[in-house]
């Protein structure tokens, strides 16, 4: 079973995150932005992965 992972720390702790640009409007049709509580980066989950906003 596929469990959302930060790419860059495997941290499970991260949230969803506003968005800042028109690309970022664009991807959300597919993609959900999160950043990483651990490590502080910005990623992106595909929407059928990433767990609903609000819970993360
Ligand atoms: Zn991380």
Not at 27 to 41: D, E, F, Q
């Amino acid at each position: 079973m596929f469990i959302a992972r930060c790419p860059h720390c495997r941290s499970v702790d991260f949230r969803g995150v506003g968005l800042r640009n028109w690309l970022e409007r664009m991807a959300r049709v597919l993609l959900a932005p999160y950043r990483c509580s651990l490590c502080g980066r910005h990623f992106f989950l595909f929407r059928w992965a990433a767990p609903a906003e609000g819970t993360a």
